[in-house]
């Protein structure tokens, strides 16, 4: 992340909204950039899709695009953000996380905001299939909200991978976005490495690229943290137990291959942790959001 000057704030009517908000409003001010709040309404596109009469699916969205920015503009009053240039939109589209999308390549924000689908008594965040979908096709960076505020102080951490060329690459830009978040809000950044089943020789050459990369973002040696073990097990337990605010890792994608931590890995965190999770796009995400455009179901009615 070179800048961030746009946010893009996603609220989805729940409890949730006010603090989301809040945490994007703060982050805004910190940095210098601006705020959409939007709203997309799935549903109601999933059912004017079945409607053969236009002019009362223009209607029917007509007043739902009204009480959706009556909300939308609500829940900005209930947020003081004095400085802070806010605007609201709403749109109509199924599936969800393709609204999004769409809202993203029509706005290009530096950052997408949102909270996951919902709370579960078993499990720290609640991903549904929208968001999983979401963090493959995002063409920029995702942070998954939770409703909980950060310390005065807060701790980042970036989740990285340093076993071959291709991935210390990647690593690289993980990093240098979480030092963005670090520095613009005045935060502390750890970065984190899982080596794995590396013999001795591959061992010695990934630590040598993680202190370079360590150097090269001034972290120092006692918040760089090299764990062993497999990977899927020593990363969650890990993070769990460090009390960050929020982790920065590479997003889940469709690609298997180098620097990918995804699939069960992100689950596993994703259920572990009690952090926001901020997820970096690799550069194939945006052919993704591209190819996935063409699936989407739009009413083509936005406020």
Not at 35 to 43: E, R, T, V, W
Not at 57 to 71: D, G, P, R, S, V
Not at 92 to 113: F, Q, T, W
């Amino acid at each position: 992340m070179e800048k961030l000057t746009s946010i893009l704030v996603v609220a989805s009517r729940t409890a949730t909204d006010s603090m989301l908000l809040e945490k994007a409003v703060s982050l805004a001010r910190s940095v210098g950039a601006q705020i959409h709040l939007f709203s997309c309404d799935a549903g109601l596109a999933r059912r004017l899709r079945h409607s053969h009469v236009t002019e009362d699916a223009e209607k029917t969205w007509n007043l739902c695009l009204a009480e959706h920015l009556t909300y939308l503009r609500r829940l900005q009053e209930q947020v003081s953000a004095p400085g802070v240039h806010i605007t609201t939109d709403a749109a109509c589209n199924s599936p969800h996380y393709e609204g999004i999308v769409a809202k993203i390549r029509e706005i290009r924000p530096d950052l997408v905001m949102k909270a996951p689908a919902g709370e579960h008594p078993l499990r720290r965040l609640a991903f549904d299939s929208s968001d999983w979908n979401l963090a493959k096709v995002c063409p920029t960076t995702l942070m998954l909200v939770r409703p909980h505020r950060w310390r005065r102080v807060p701790r980042f951490a970036a989740l990285v991978d340093v076993s071959e060329e291709g991935a210390a690459q990647f690593a690289q830009t993980i990093v240098h976005t979480s030092e963005y978040f670090a520095l613009g809000c005045g935060g502390e950044l750890d970065v984190i490495y899982s080596a794995g089943s590396a013999n001795a020789s591959e061992h010695a050459e990934q630590l040598k690229s993680l202190e370079r990369l360590a150097r090269e973002y001034h972290v120092e040696r006692g918040h760089v943290h090299v764990l062993n073990g497999n990977p899927d097990d020593a990363l969650p337990d890990f993070v769990a137990h460090q009390n960050f605010d929020a982790i920065v890792l590479g997003a889940r994608t469709r690609r298997k291959g180098i620097a990918s931590i995804h699939g069960a890995l992100t689950s596993r965190i994703a259920d572990t942790v009690h952090c926001d999770l901020i997820l970096v796009p690799r550069g194939d995400q945006h052919r993704l959001a591209a190819e996935d455009s063409s699936t989407a179901d739009d009413c083509a009615i936005a406020g």
